[in-house]
């Protein structure tokens, strides 16, 4: 209607598409903080085995989030399978990383 604006474009001027990709994976192991786990290096585990699509939280390969909050949200879902939260906090600033690109 004329004289109304949109307040979510003002707030949200970008759509923002976040998911979980090879290319976030590979970035994650290759992060400091995928290092410092150490239990996840020590076991050869890979965010692959973990995040791929038949990784063990597979079933979130084919999720999409429309903001970080919603990804870490559901990423968290998962805590008391033992992904530390630095590490679910890397995998979401590299995903928001990704978008911006």
């Known amino acids: 209607m004329a004289g109304q604006v949109d307040v979510s474009v003002h707030l949200y001027p970008w759509a923002m598409?976040?998911?979980i990709s090879h290319t976030s994976l590979s970035k994650l192991e290759a992060a400091q903080v995928w290092v410092d786990s150490g239990f996840l290096g020590m076991e050869g585990i890979s965010a692959e085995d973990i995040y791929g699509p038949q990784g063990k939280l597979g079933w979130l390969w084919?999720?999409?989030?429309?903001d970080a909050e919603?990804?870490?949200g559901s990423l968290c879902t998962n805590m008391g399978g033992g992904v530390p939260i630095s590490i679910i906090g890397a995998?979401?600033?590299i995903c928001?990383?990704?978008e911006d690109k």
């Open 17 to 19: 598409t976040l998911r």
């Open 62 to 66: 084919p999720y999409e989030w429309d």
């Open 70 to 72: 919603q990804m870490k």
């Open 91 to 93: 995998l979401v600033a």
């Open 96 to 98: 928001v990383d990704e």
